[in-house]
Every structure is written in structure tokens, then in C-alpha cells.
């Protein structure tokens, strides 16, 4: 099955490069370009793509306040550009539901493997990344408060089953889905579902916010 990308970002030459690496890729096709969030989010409505790649700093409306619309709507995945290893962009971003980052400066197979995975709907957040994260949620590093702050822990609509805890740590651990279906035992599709109803009893729009309230939890 053919994935659909639409590419969001106001550098044409990035866009280009952008193209030429996943169009490279079988199974990967570009269904268009925006340079501005507006015109992505306006574009995601139209032409219903898989993923959308989202340069955060655009001019205009941003590459957040763009991933928030296109997430809230269920209009499609996105997956976060970013210049910067981690900022307060980025903990905005993935506070707005995003399926994760990856750097500009990301290797081609890295860059299809991200877009692939997403759109297979795991989520592309490293372990280290994810501690990083919960390190600026928390009040102990830094002087001042996080830009965007963590997941709230509230009690979930139904109780996680014993199963459903376990993909919660998993997600928590920066695990694929393959990965989790092999800690498991379990099949692929079942993760699927185990996170889909995770996500649905906590109340979060993504499996990288499921980690982040994994493993903020852990640190208190």
C-alpha cells in the first residue's frame, strides 16, 4: 500500500530535497507541498494524506498550532522536522500531537523508515529523547517553568488492564510496535489495538504522549 506524504516546510530547496528522498523509496509518493501551516492544514483537508512532515518555525501559523489542527481533526499523522536536536518547539509539537520528530539532517533510510513507521502508526521517539523530555517537564531542571507542560495524570476513563500496562511501559521505553508484539508474544495488530484503547482511556491523542505520561509517572 502506498503511503501519501504531504511535505510542509517554507524552504523550497528542503521541500525538494525532501521529495527526492522519498519518492525514492517504493511505496512512498508525495501528494503535495505547503510553505506555510495554513496552506498544509488546508492542503492535509483536501488531498487526506498518510503523514505530514512539519517544519515547526514557518511563517504565519506555525508548524504547531498546524500539527494541533491537522491532529484534532483525525486529518492524518505528523511527523515533526526540526533543526534542533530538542527545544520548546519540539515539547510543544509532540504536546500537540504529534507522532514524533526527526532532525533535517537525517539520513535518507532514517527519514523513509520514520515517515514508514508512523504511518504504520508507531510513533518515532527514541528512549534517550523521551527522558529528555520528561527532564525539562520537570520542575527540578531548568529556572524557569517548561514551556508545555507534561501529559496530565489523571485517573483513566476505564482501568488498564494488565495488558494494556504492560504496552504502556513499552511506549514508555521508546518501543516500536514490532518490538512490543515481540516483549509480548502478542501480533502486531494486537499492539495496535492494545495502544489504540490506551490512548482512548487516558484521554491522549498520541502514542508519544502515551510515553511521555509512561515515563512521567516513573519519576515521581
Do not use: C
Request: aromatic fraction near 4%.
Amino acid at each position: 500500500m502506498t503511503i501519501s506524504v504531504l511535505l510542509a516546510d517554507d524552504h523550497a530547496a528542503v521541500r525538494m530535497g525532501l521529495r527526492m528522498i522519498l519518492e525514492s523509496a517504493d511505496g512512498i509518493e508525495v501528494a503535495g507541498e505547503a510553505s506555510d501551516g495554513e496552506t498544509a492544514v488546508t492542503m492535509t483537508r483536501q488531498l487526506s494524506p498518510d503523514v505530514v512532515l512539519m517544519d515547526i518555525r514557518m511563517p504565519g501559523v506555525d508548524g504547531i498550532a498546524a500539527t494541533r489542527s491537522i491532529v484534532s481533526g483525525n486529518a492524518a499523522k505528523v511527523l515533526i522536522l526540526t533543526t534542533f536536536d530538542i527545544d520548546e518547539y519540539v515539547f510543544e509539537a509532540l504536546r500537540a500531537g504529534a507522532a514524533g520528530f526527526v532532525l533535517k539532517s537525517i539520513e535518507s533510510a532514517q527519514l523513509v523508515e520514520a515517515v514508514q513507521r508512523v504511518a504504520d502508526g508507531d510513533g518515532v521517539l527514541t528512549p534517550e529523547i523521551t527522558a529528555k523530555v520528561i527532564g525539562h517537564f520537570s520542575s527540578e531542571h531548568g529556572s524557569g517553568p517548561a514551556p508545555a507542560e507534561p501529559p496530565e495524570r489523571v485517573e483513566p476513563l476505564e482501568p488498564l488492564t494488565a495488558r494494556e500496562e504492560d504496552v504502556l511501559e513499552a511506549l514508555g521505553a521508546g518501543m516500536s510496535n514490532q518490538q512490543i508484539a515481540r516483549q509480548l508474544f502478542i501480533a502486531e495488530t494486537t499492539v495496535k489495538t492494545h495502544v489504540s484503547r490506551v490512548l482512548a482511556k487516558l484521554g491522549l491523542s498520541s502514542r508519544v504522549q502515551a510515553a511521555i505520561y509512561s515515563q512521567e509517572g516513573q519519576h515521581r
